[in-house]
């Protein structure tokens, strides 16, 4: 029996359970029938557009992840409120491909609706991607580097600004995050 959640322990957990490759903790997160969209603005990751019930989100978001992807950190840009029932934020994702060892870099935003009035699980995310570089493996220390300075997993735009290497490809995730305040007076 999973007890009453608070949307910050939700994602905490969630970001162990995909960064990790925890399945098992997802029951902590998602209610039985939760529900994920993917929009994809970029070609060069795939996930299925809609994505129905905490099996099969734990096997895309997850398992089938892990098959191809390890390192993987994935950073939030702001801390969900107590008792909230949705919450918006942008993120960031840094990772390795297991078969070529080239690093990812990508962001976007998380759109996390929360059963609020029983569990507190999410029933629902909307997961955007913006972006998803790819940069060769000799970028990986470089690019680590500039993660092991990060706090994991709130950190702030101007944290991840002020810490980027000097790496061409990696302009377009900075200036996305640095955005982050302009999206979030919108909302």
């Not at 969209?37 to 970029?42: K, S």
């Not at 099996?55 to 993987?72: Q, R």
């Not at 000097?166 to 979030?184: C, N, S, W």
Request: charged share 20%; with cysteine; net charge neutral.
């Amino acid at each position: 029996m999973v007890t009453h959640q608070t949307p910050e322990a939700v994602l905490r957990t969630y970001l162990r359970s995909k960064d990790e490759n925890r399945p098992h903790l997802t029951p902590r997160v998602f209610t039985d029938d939760a529900v994920l969209h993917v929009h994809l603005r970029t070609g060069s990751i795939a996930f299925p557009s809609v994505t129905r019930g905490r099996c099969k989100i734990t096997d895309v978001l997850v398992s089938s992840f892990a098959m191809s992807y390890e390192n993987v950190y994935t950073y939030c840009m702001a801390k969900p409120a107590d008792g909230v029932d949705r919450y918006a934020c942008d993120w960031m994702v840094v990772m390795t491909e297991k078969t070529s060892g080239s690093v990812r870099v990508g962001c976007g935003r998380y759109d996390w609706g929360f059963d609020a009035a029983r569990s507190g699980l999410a029933d629902r995310l909307v997961i955007t991607i913006e972006q998803m570089l790819a940069l060769p493996p000799a970028e990986q220390a470089a690019v680590f580097r500039w993660v092991d300075t990060l706090a994991y997993p709130w950190t702030t735009p101007a944290q991840v600004a002020a810490g980027a290497p000097d790496i061409a490809p990696l302009a377009p995730v900075v200036q996305y995050l640095a955005g982050t305040e302009a999206r979030d007076r919108q909302s």
